[in-house]
């Protein structure tokens, strides 16, 4: 199994930027994903990569705005947002797939998810 911890969430305001970090350890993985949960509705995905590099994705309302990356030797994908805005407020959570299953998009690609980090953008 994969362990993660996100790090980074906080308060910030319109316009702002954050930089979310997920540390993974344990088992090997193919994939890493962030998705975010606002209240009442349904987790969605806003970026996913394959770990060796050969494909990065983006959610619509993350392009251009939010950078997804990773390093190797610390084993940590990290979520650049930029630009935020009131509607981006949300848990995110960070994601790890043990095996590439031909999409980073959605949720049933990944086996194991971190605990969440509150994203908060004052208007």
């Known amino acids: 199994q994969v362990q993660l911890v996100e790090y980074g969430g906080g308060l910030v305001q319109a316009g702002g930027s954050l930089r979310l970090s997920c540390v993974a350890s344990?088992?090997?993985?193919?994939?890493m994903g962030w998705f975010r949960q606002a209240p009442g509705k349904e987790r969605e995905f806003v970026a996913g990569?394959?770990?060796?590099?050969?494909?990065?994705d983006y959610a619509e309302f993350a392009k251009g705005r939010f950078t997804i990356s990773k390093d190797d030797a610390k084993n940590t994908v990290y979520l650049q947002m930029n630009s935020l805005k009131p509607e981006d407020t949300a848990v995110y959570y960070c994601?790890?797939?043990?095996?590439?299953?031909?999409?980073?998009?959605?949720?049933?690609?990944?086996?194991?998810w971190g605990q969440g980090t509150q994203v908060t953008v004052s208007s």
């Open positions: 344990g088992r090997s993985f193919s994939t």
């Open positions: 990569m394959r770990w060796n590099g050969a494909s990065v």
């Open positions: 994601a790890a797939g043990y095996y590439y299953r031909g999409s980073v998009f959605l949720p049933s690609t990944y086996d194991s």
